[in-house]
């Protein structure tokens, strides 16, 4: 039998003898295991279990809290606490979304102030506005997750989350939201650290991707879809890497990069890795880039926007007026790319396609781009779908026989320097199109 079938099913007879034998802790609200030796015990838990420095064990727990800005299990001070085959609930709503959001306040299971949580085959439900599920915040803090399943079901509830330097493991984690702003997986405050192998999780509220980076997190071998948003969003000098993912979107775009310049990350170059797996968007263009510098990463993966733009880099609602566009460099390798590549005229966009890539699309067919470069090697092929801009073109076939055209006109701008090796030339193209200087430049 697969062993998380095993484990969720002591999950469900540990929540069904708690029913049986509840018992209520009378006390001072704080539960402790001082010898550090476990529990072997099946109670329902009505106080917080907290835990301040020192190293405890417990298993077969079901702990449920309801007040306002408490957490269920809390551990400070360098403390290490292992909880297994238990139940974690939390009710009650946070007095302060911003410290939730950037401090943990009222999450089910917080570690600060260097401390370490592990949670093996247990399960952690909020049903409550700012009660995110897990929570590390601070340097040397973290959260261990193996075989846990989580589910929030209100707004500003994330399943896992890590802010201030702190980090989490996730091992076969299975996520589910419900409410607005709501990520799977998220960093917050910037230089969080989140590294998941394994699971499925699924969004549904608005504003709730799959993840969200203001830090740096780490994917492989997973399943994220998020029905209410973005799959995945990277804000300023932050990154997201993702190997082997099956990852869709179902609104605005398949990922964003941007600033907001709310406090919440470095301005900086946003970072988007992904090898194998796919990418999905629904609607919008796969990729959008906006207010931010950025640098995206692609090598065997299978990706597919819907509306048939695979990049738009533009001014949006962040930023000053003017200088808000976007600027990205998009890297290629054994890449099958289809769509359209847009660009405002404050951005910037450069493609780069290497080791037998091809890109099948029309780029900047309105000629709005700011600057609008593409980069091809010997083995790399453009499949023009309709007119093109390029400011400037770089291509290691000379003979341009990797440029097919359809019968379509590609302009270039013979005054820059990049495209000096044209010589302000026009060229026939393999199927009857040309590649010829936008007209005015010499």
Not at 79 to 103: A, C, P, Q, R, V
Not at 228 to 254: D, H, P, R
Request: net charge negative; hydrophobic share 35%; with cysteine.
């Amino acid at each position: 039998m697969d062993n998380r079938l095993i484990s969720r099913n002591i999950i469900a007879l540990v929540l069904a003898a708690s029913i049986i034998t509840l018992i209520t802790l009378a006390g001072s609200g704080c539960l402790s295991d001082p010898e550090g030796s476990g529990s072997s015990s099946i109670a329902t838990k009505t106080e917080a279990y907290t835990q301040k420095g020192g190293t405890a064990f417990w298993s077969n727990q079901a702990i449920t809290v309801s007040n306002t800005d408490e957490s269920s299990v809390k551990v400070t001070d360098s403390g290490t606490f292992t909880l297994d085959d238990s139940i974690i609930t939390k009710t009650g709503d946070t007095s302060s979304n911003e410290n939730s959001d950037f401090y943990g306040l009222n999450a089910a299971v917080l570690a600060e102030t260097g401390s370490t949580i592990k949670l093996t085959n247990c399960s952690v439900s909020t049903s409550a506005d700012g009660a995110n599920a897990v929570f590390a915040t601070g340097s040397g803090s973290s959260a261990v997750l193996s075989n846990v399943e989580i589910k929030t079901t209100s707004d500003s509830s994330r399943g896992v989350d890590a802010t201030l330097a702190g980090s989490i493991t996730c091992t076969d984690v299975d996520i589910s939201t419900e409410g607005q702003h709501c990520a799977a997986i998220a960093t917050d405050r910037g230089s969080g650290t989140v590294t998941v192998t394994g699971g499925t999780m699924t969004t549904a509220g608005d504003g709730s991707p799959g993840i969200y980076s203001t830090g740096d997190i780490t994917v492989s071998d997973a399943i994220i879809t998020a029905s209410g948003s973005e799959a995945a969003v990277i804000e300023g000098k932050n990154s997201i890497s993702i190997m082997n993912v099956t990852l869709s979107g179902a609104k605005k775009c398949g990922a964003m990069l941007y600033q907001s310049f709310s406090g919440d990350a470095e301005v900086g170059t946003s970072t988007f890795k992904m090898n194998g797996g796919s990418l999905t968007a629904a609607v919008g263009p796969l990729f959008y880039i906006t207010n931010t510098d950025s640098v995206i990463e692609l090598k065997d993966a299978d990706l597919t926007a819907i509306s048939g733009t695979l990049l738009t880099a533009s001014a949006d609602r962040w930023g000053s007026t003017g200088s808000n566009g976007g600027f990205v460099t998009l890297k290629a390798e054994n890449e099958v790319l289809n769509g359209n590549i847009t660009c405002d005229n404050i951005s910037s966009v450069t493609v780069i396609l290497q080791n037998s890539t091809t890109l099948t699309g029309a780029v900047n067919a309105d000629n709005t781009a700011g600057s609008m470069a593409i980069e091809l090697d010997s083995t790399s092929t453009w499949d023009v779908t309709g007119t093109s801009y390029l400011t400037g073109l770089t291509d290691e076939d000379s003979t341009l026989a990797n440029i097919k055209d359809n019968g379509y006109t590609v302009y270039y701008d013979a005054d820059n320097s990049i495209n000096s090796w044209l010589d302000g030339n026009t060229y026939t193209l393999t199927d009857g199109g040309k590649l010829t200087p936008i007209a005015g430049s010499v």
